[in-house]
Every structure is written in C-alpha cells, then in structure tokens.
C-alpha cells in the first residue's frame, strides 16, 4: 500500500516546509516533493522545524515545474480555500480521504497537491487535479500550510485507523463479576444500616437503588471493587473506634 | 450553545500560545485560558503567532492553579500522548468531539485542557478529567501544542458542520438533459465516421459504447455540452480544409 505524496508548489519559506514534514510524519506520510520552491534549497529552518522528521527533508525531491512533480500520480486532489470558478468537486478532507485509500488499494499512485503560502495554487495548477479539497472552518479562514498538511495527513491515517473511539487503558482491568459488586452493595449497605444513614426507613429501598446505580455506572474492576471494600472496612473501622459498640 | 475553552496547563513559549489561538478561531472556539504560564504574559511573540486571532489572546485569562481555571467546568477532556497507569476513558478526538457537542446541547460548560510543551499534563491534573483524549498517528508522534490544539478544534467543528462530503462550486451548473447528450453522440459520430475512425467496422458499435460511456462519466452541463460540439465542429472543420471533400 502506498502513500499519497505530499506536493508543496512554490513554497515561500523553509519553516512552513519543515512544519510540513513534521507533520506528514506523524501520520505515515513520506515522499514530500517540491515544485520551484521560491527558498533557499536545502534549508537550514526547514531540518530545524522537521525535529524528528529530518528523513523527509532528506529525502525530498525537487522539480521545476508541475507537470514533472505530477507526472506518476494517477489520482491527484488539490487544496484550496477559495472557490474558483470551474466546476470540479470539491471534497471535505475526510472525503478525500477515502478516496485515497481507495485508489491505494487498486495500486493506484496518489498525492495531495498544496498552493504557495501566500496565493495558493493558481488556476493551471487546480486544472491538473482531479478534485478539489475545502478544510472546513469558521468564518475566520487562516490555516498556514504546515496546518493544513497536518488536517490532511491526520484524516488519512484515520481513515484506516482501527483506533476504537472509545477505549480503557489497562486492558487487563475487567469488569467486576456481579459476585463481587453484590459483595460490595451489601457489605456497604450493612454498615451504611450499622451508622443509621438509612433514614427515615421508608426511604431506604429507593435510597439503596440509587446508590447501586451511581456505583454501576462507574464500571468497577476487581482491583477498583476491592479497594472501596477496604475503604468501608476502613471508615467502618475508624468509627467504631470513636463510638464502640 | 456554547463552545469548548481550550485550557493550557503550563504553557512554555508564547509562540504556542498564539497558534493555539489562531487555530481555535479557525474552528470557532474563542475561550482560552492559561494555568501558571511558564513564559511572560502578556506576550508579544504570541500575539504575533496568533495573526488574525489577537483577540483570542487579548480576552484569554490566566489563573495560578488548575483547580481555579476549571471552577466552573462540567465536562473536562484532558489530551495526552502517553499511557496512563489508571482505569480511565480515551477517547479519538472524534469521539470527544461529539461529547463535547452532547454535553454542550444540555447547556453544559466544557473543557480541553493540553499540558505544557515538554512535559504534559501531571497526574493530579490528569485527575480532574472525565476522560482523556489521544490523537492517533504513526509510530512516530511529535504534535505540539498549536498542532494538538488545531486538530481538536477542526473534530470539534466538524462534528456540527453540514458541508457534504462531496460537492460541486458552480451550483447553477446542471446536468445536461439527455437529448443534448444524445445530439452531442450523434454529433460526435456522425463527423468519426466521416473520418473513417471507426475502423474496422464491425468494432463501431463497441467503440461508440465505450466512447458514450466516457462523456457520460464527466457529468457535463448545458454549457460543457455545447463546448464539445464546438470543438468538434472547429476540428472537423479543420480537417476538412485540410482535404476538402
């Protein structure tokens, strides 16, 4: 499975390509080309803002013109954040994304092509792509191009992401047996009775399914079942203490 | 409805601070608040990186502890790179962002609270937090702060923005009606065939559906329909000058 390249026309300055590499290699992008770019070249700002990702600037190719940059690409989406005046279609990131993959998984040679700092792409380079990408944001639109390879790159590897949504670190931690949390209600509600916390008594059922709730909702591992038993034997203990019965 | 505050624990550079709050405007989050900044404020260095978003940096409001800057959060997202030894939720930013949305349609007040640049955040803050938010990326992961902010506040706006997936600018431009695209075929064919393209005959009627098959692909309008039978008529009126019959 291949990558999409990540296409910088005309960079302006080498900080914003290093913030780009950076960026591509935190989600598992790697063939970064440049097409005239209108810095220095190599560039010192740009290993200093790559940090770790100095292989990416090492490695990255530089052309004169477009079409040479492009000429291996078969499925190319181009960002903007203006509207032009051509009709194309235009993707959210995501979208974008999993075209990509799409196209990656025939084998199919893809990059994601980003405008100069300051003009973006023109419009011969918009009428090479194949769509167009929009990052959605508010009313104030200011995303520099290290950013918007970050959005980029960040929905592309999560597009194939199996991260869970939503998880629980130590996985070893599992859920109390019922055993055990009916354990722990009655070893609870027995000294919560011992200390008269039930009152008035008519209360009490209505009291105790609230607690147990409130309790359930947490999630109680072993571990965790274990060490509010020891903090009840505790609190109970320390009170008998103060008034023995 | 209100958005999240973006909370930085121990900010170290004003630079960050400013890009924090240039990426929160691009996604409409405008409560920003510092515990115990590390670098000095106010900050010039983060008012020039925050560009278009002074605001943000001017209204944020700095507290000395983190218990003060939460006082009146309900729901508190804390992000974090690293594993933690300690039974609690993480979530993908896209996941959070959804419950940041949940808990907001309640009129609840939420929170992302982001630890310093080099270390994080500290346990105790960790703590305070409902959940934790880890960004995925590759093996190689070096966000920073302004990167972790701008991510978060792009899920969080997405999470209610109704762009579609896929559109088309232009949005005057609609389909050409069958009978143009059918005059168009017959156009096309009629001038192929008086150039002798379709050879050998018995391939014509193949060819005609594969070529049918590739204008209908690129969805013309009215006006693309028109163009191509302009084309076709300047080229074979070309060719016919070339040899007139």
């Known amino acids: 499975m291949t990558a999409p390249a990540v296409i910088l026309s005309r960079p302006q300055m080498g900080e914003n390509i290093g913030s780009a590499a950076r960026a591509m290699k ?80 025939e084998g199919l040679k893809t990059a994601i092509l980003f405008g100069s700092e300051r003009a973006g792409l023109d419009n011969d380079e918009m009428s090479l792509a194949d769509a167009a990408i929009t990052i959605p944001t508010s009313k104030f639109s200011s ?17 194939a992401d199996a991260t869970p949504p939503v998880r629980t670190r130590k996985t070893q931690a599992v859920p109390s047996p019922r055993a055990e949390l009916i354990g722990l209600f009655e070893h609870l509600e027995r000294e919560l009775d011992a200390a008269k916390f039930f009152y008035p008594p008519e209360k009490k059922e209505a009291m105790v399914r609230n607690i147990r709730a409130m309790i359930l909702r947490s999630h109680l591992s072993d571990q965790e079942t274990r060490t509010i038993r020891g903090m009840i034997v505790a609190l109970a203990k320390n009170k008998w203490r103060g008034s023995p019965r």
């Open 143 to 159: 995303l520099n191009l290290g950013q918007s390879v970050l959005l980029l790159g960040y929905e592309w590897l999560k597009s």
């Open 26 to 105: 935190n989600f598992g992008l790697s063939d970064l080309r440049l097409i005239a770019p209108q810095c220095e070249w190599p560039n010192d700002r740009a290993m200093i803002l790559a940090s770790g990702a100095g292989d990416i600037i090492e490695a990255a190719r530089v052309y004169a013109t477009a079409a040479q940059a492009l000429a291996d690409i078969r499925i190319l989406f181009a960002t903007t954040a203006r509207g032009r005046d051509v009709l194309r279609e235009i993707l959210t990131p995501q979208a974008a994304a999993a075209r990509l993959r799409a196209a990656e998984a």
